[in-house]
């Protein structure tokens, strides 16, 4: 039986209906950008976060860069990070001049160890950026202890853990900006690109929307004081009157071009309220595999305040290509995200990086690079799916043994 890596197919049948009546209409409007469907899912998406301020942007490296920037992140400032991620998220530091600093991960759950964040931290240092890979949310409290009693912000990356809980609180609400991908493969993914920036902090949320649009206006006036320690608004060289604002028609930063269309929320709307039924059938197949794959196989192990919206099952083998091949050869789709941990990126060196630790090296990133292998998990898998993903695993291992 062949199992595809993801079907996004399936998805689309099931919200099709509704899905493209919100497309119509949207292009019916003629109001694609901004309006009412950009507004209206920000708003579903503070509800269902629980937080105060979502913006809607153009992705999610964006929403990094955003989230920089509207910290405060200059040229030559520090930002600790992992260097088990998609490449993104260093990325976005080290383009507005930042330097990452990379920190081991832990073995059981992939994810940066807080245990290793103090001693990477320098005079430099302005903020941790930590990843919830594969949907798995960090050890937040002790990152945001490190954090506060530091001074730095912290941005999560939660661009692959849209719904996923920690305690009682949803991913990305968790530290001062949560980051979002709704890049089509994510949990909550669009029919193009398109990502968002969340905060509880009203200055931060300012900020953002200063840096999205232009660093145009109140918002930019209001970002460019802040930032330059000044509470009061600058001055403009035109007064105010009850017809003219002259704050609208000037710019006081240098940002971005960064909105979200009103025809990915179009579509995102619709599968928001779909999101918690999408994620518990993750779980449900993620359950099945941690329950039915032989013990031979390295699986995650998350803590119990971790509720993993399951963006990828991964697992870990020392015969990570031969399985891989394995899978291919009996159509069960397969990933190795991510084969190469940043320090190793080319695009990384000693001029715009740093690694934390002895010798330079990050041995945990280096082996989960070499050992994991992601399975199919997506929410429309059928039990045959899932069993036959199962049986191909349990068979190469056995036929190993
Ligand atoms: C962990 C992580 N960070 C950042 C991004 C960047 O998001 P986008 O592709 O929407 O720019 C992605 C996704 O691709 C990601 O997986």
């Given at each position: 039986m062949n199992v595809p890596f993801l079907d996004l197919k399936r998805q689309y049948e099931q919200i099709r209906t509704e899905a493209e009546q919100n497309v119509s209409d949207v292009l019916q409007s003629t109001g694609y950008i901004g309006g009412k469907y950009v507004r209206e899912?920000?708003?579903a998406c503070e509800g269902y976060l629980g937080?105060?301020?979502?913006?809607?942007c153009s992705n999610g490296t964006d929403a990094l860069v955003l989230a920089l920037r509207a910290c405060g992140v200059r040229p030559g400032d520090e930002v600790i990070t992992t260097p088990f991620t998609f490449f993104?998220?260093?990325e976005a530091v080290a383009s507005i001049g930042a330097v990452p600093v990379f920190v081991d991960v832990r073995e059981s759950d992939y994810n940066i160890d807080p245990d290793l964040i103090e001693a990477a931290i320098s005079d430099k240092t302005k903020a941790v950026l930590p990843v919830h890979i594969f949907g798995a949310p960090c050890d937040m409290d002790k990152i945001n202890g490190i954090a506060k009693a530091h001074g730095l912000y912290v941005i999560e990356d939660a661009a692959q853990a849209?719904?996923?809980g920690y305690k009682e609180r949803k991913a990305g609400a968790l530290g001062d900006i949560g980051c979002f991908s709704f890049y089509p493969t994510k949990n909550l993914g669009g029919c193009g690109d398109g990502g968002m920036v969340v905060t509880d902090d009203e200055?931060?949320?300012?900020?953002?929307?200063?840096?999205?649009?232009?660093g145009a206006g109140m918002n930019g006036a209001k970002t460019k004081g802040w930032l330059?320690?000044?509470?009061?608004?600058?001055e403009t060289d035109e007064k105010q009157t009850e017809l003219y604002n002259p704050y609208k028609y000037f710019n006081y930063l240098i940002g971005y071009n960064s909105r979200l269309d009103a025809l990915q929320t179009a579509v995102l709307s619709v599968k928001l309220k779909h999101l918690d039924e999408y994620n518990s059938n993750r779980s449900r197949i993620a359950a099945k595999?941690?329950?039915?794959?032989?013990?031979?196989?390295?699986?995650?192990?998350?803590?119990?305040d971790i509720m993993p919206c399951w963006h990828q099952f991964v697992i870990r083998s020392s015969f990570k290509k031969e399985l891989c091949a394995y899978l291919s050869e009996n159509g069960i789709g397969n990933?190795?995200?991510?084969?190469?941990?940043?320090?190793?990126q080319k695009a990384f060196d000693k001029t715009n990086a740093r690694i934390s630790g002895q010798n330079g090296s990050l041995p945990m990133a280096e082996r989960l690079a070499a050992e994991t292998v992601c399975l199919p998990v997506f929410p429309e898998m059928t039990e045959e799916e899932v069993n036959a993903v199962i049986d191909t695993v349990n068979r190469f291992y056995a036929e190993r043994a």
């Open positions: 899912f920000e708003q937080i105060s301020h979502a913006h809607g993104a998220t260093a849209f719904g996923s200055r931060l949320s300012t900020a953002l929307l200063a840096f999205k649009e232009h330059e320690g000044v509470e009061e608004l600058p595999y941690m329950n039915a794959l032989t013990e031979k196989v390295i699986r995650p192990k998350y803590g119990n990933g190795t995200f991510y084969p190469v941990p940043l320090h190793k």
